[in-house]
């Protein structure tokens, strides 16, 4: 069965940067689009950014310019390094990929 494992959450002050890990118990990423998704209290699970198989990117309008989306396809792990993190992207984010979602990790950019 494939798994997701996240990494990299945490509490940070606004401004700061954070690095999220997604790892893949299985060749995965190379072969379907990834994607990265969070959370906030009370809302729903939004996008939050897309990286096909061709390696072109897509961006939810609130992230970008400050997050950027990457893949290592030989360590089937994905990427999102978040930079002048504001408080309203505080959340739980999730990687996605073929139907399969990770568990999630928490996000907190705080003062």
């Known amino acids: 069965q494939v798994q997701f494992v996240e990494s990299g959450g945490g509490l940070v002050q606004p401004g700061g940067s954070l690095r999220l890990s997604c790892a893949a118990s299985?060749?995965?990423?190379?072969?379907?689009?990834g994607a990265w998704y969070r959370q906030a209290p009370g809302n729903g699970r939004d996008l939050v950014a897309h990286i096909y198989t061709d390696d072109s990117t897509h961006y939810a309008d609130s992230v970008k310019g400050r997050f950027a989306i990457s893949r290592d396809k030989t360590r089937n792990v994905m990427y999102l390094q978040m930079n002048i993190l504001k408080p309203e992207d505080t959340a739980i984010y999730y990687c996605?990929?073929?139907?399969?979602w990770g568990k999630g990790t928490q996000v907190t950019v705080s003062s």
């Open positions: 299985i060749t995965i990423f190379s072969s379907y689009t």
């Open positions: 996605y990929a073929n139907g399969i």
